[in-house]
Nanobody, 115 residues
Framework: QVQLVESGGGLVQPGGSLRLSCAAS????????MAWYRQAPGKQREFVALITSGGISNYADSVKGRFTISRDNAKNTVYLQMNSLKPVDTAVYYC?????????WGQGTQVTVSS
C-alpha cells in the first residue's frame, strides 16, 4: 500500500519560509516522479511543483523563483522549500505520485501565511 506522509506545515509571517517534507513508502520511490499540489479554502486543488525521477523540476508560474522542489532517494523523501511566502500561498499542501496510472495522495499539511 503506497503511503505518502507530509509534514512541516505551520503558521508563518509573510516573507517567511517553510520546508515541507513528504515521506514515501511501499513503492520504489526513486523510479517515480513526485509532485506537490495545494488547495486553498473554497478553491480547487492546484499543481505547485513536480520533480521527475531524473531530478528535473517544473513549477507553477505562481511559485517560480520562490519555491524549490527536491528529492532524497536514499531517504524516500521529497521536499518543498518555500521562500518569500505570501498570504495567497495559504492552503493545504499535498504530496502526490502516479504509479501505473493510479494516483496517490498524502493526507496534507496546512500552511498558513499571516501576520
Amino acid at each position: 500500500q503506497v503511503q505518502l506522509v507530509e509534514s512541516g506545515g505551520g503558521l508563518v509571517q509573510p516573507g517567511g519560509s517553510l520546508r515541507l517534507s513528504c515521506a514515501a513508502s511501499e513503492f520504489r520511490f526513486s523510479m517515480y516522479a513526485m509532485a506537490w499540489y495545494r488547495q486553498a479554502p473554497g478553491k480547487q486543488r492546484e499543481f505547485v511543483a513536480l520533480i521527475t525521477s531524473g531530478g528535473i523540476s517544473n513549477y507553477a508560474d505562481s511559485v517560480k523563483g520562490r519555491f524549490t522542489i527536491s528529492r532524497d532517494n536514499a531517504k524516500n523523501t521529497v521536499y518543498l522549500q518555500m521562500n518569500s511566502l505570501k498570504p495567497v500561498d495559504t492552503a493545504v499542501y499535498y504530496c502526490n505520485t502516479v504509479i501505473f496510472g493510479s494516483t496517490y495522495w498524502g493526507q496534507g499539511t496546512q500552511v498558513t501565511v499571516s501576520s
